[in-house]
């Protein structure tokens, strides 16, 4: 499906516009960052999931398969690494839309699964990438500040959040945290969890200039304000580290 199909009323009342944002985001955005089209796409279409923006995920997808910057199992866990983040009720249709897409371009579904754990083990596995990730003292001390009544949710990190997710195969720990980043950064008013998964990044080998390339991918998608709380969050977060 072309482009224009998508925004065809777009295209046609509102050129200036259009002008505008393409030169912005698609051009001067993109001279002052160092990411590659893999990890820029990647950003991008977190970020559209994070906003519930339907038509440019439609085009962004099929941009990355037509330029094979993602392979469909990419695309399909960046997807489900988006559930625990925004929630099954904002990521669902995101979910169908990518699987109508494949059909389209005649991609045979179901992909090959890509799970690594059993109900037995998926949280102690979830517990050790968490330990790795951000520390087993900071994960420790969360468990036992948690109440009795509430110490369920740290299960759910565990198990599900992170021994769900982040055990896939088909997607590096490094595309998985940012992913993680532009969801959160996306949805502001995150910035603990934003903290949190800015200090992941940097533990897994997605050092400052990749999350100021990411911010900066993100900004004609996500605005300003959320643009430079994440701004001040990275500052803050590798500032600390160095």
């Not at 050129?15 to 950003?43: C, H, K, Q, Y």
């Not at 993680?180 to 400052?208: M, P, Y």
Request: charged share 25%.
């Amino acid at each position: 499906m072309a482009h224009e199909d998508l925004y065809a009323n777009i295209i046609e009342n509102d050129s200036e516009f259009v002008e505008v944002f393409d030169s912005f985001a698609f051009g001067e955005v993109l001279e002052n960052t160092n990411l590659d089209n893999r990890n820029r796409m990647i950003v991008i279409i977190s970020s559209l999931i994070a906003n519930q923006a339907i038509k440019p995920f439609k085009i962004m997808v099929e941009d990355a398969l037509k330029d094979d910057i993602l392979t469909p199992i990419e695309l399909k866990e960046l997807t489900y690494q988006s559930f625990p983040y925004v929630g099954f009720g904002k990521a669902f249709d995101f979910l169908e839309v990518l699987n109508d897409i494949f059909e389209e371009n005649d991609i045979e579904l179901p992909l090959d699964g890509q799970s690594t754990t059993t109900k037995e083990d998926r949280w102690q596995k979830g517990y050790e990438i968490q330990c790795s990730f951000f520390g087993k003292e900071q994960i420790d001390e969360m468990r036992k500040a948690s109440p009795d009544d509430q110490i369920h949710f740290q299960d759910f990190l565990s198990g599900y959040c992170i021994g769900d997710f982040y055990t896939r195969e088909g997607l590096s720990n490094q595309d998985r945290e940012l992913i993680t980043f532009s969801i959160i950064a996306t949805l502001g008013g995150c910035e603990n969890q934003l903290r949190g998964h800015t200090a992941g990044n940097l533990s897994v080998g997605n050092d400052k200039d990749v999350l100021i390339g990411a911010v900066t991918v993100l900004c004609p998608f996500i605005g300003f304000p959320r643009t430079l709380n994440a701004l001040a969050i990275v500052n803050e977060i590798a500032g600390k580290l160095d």
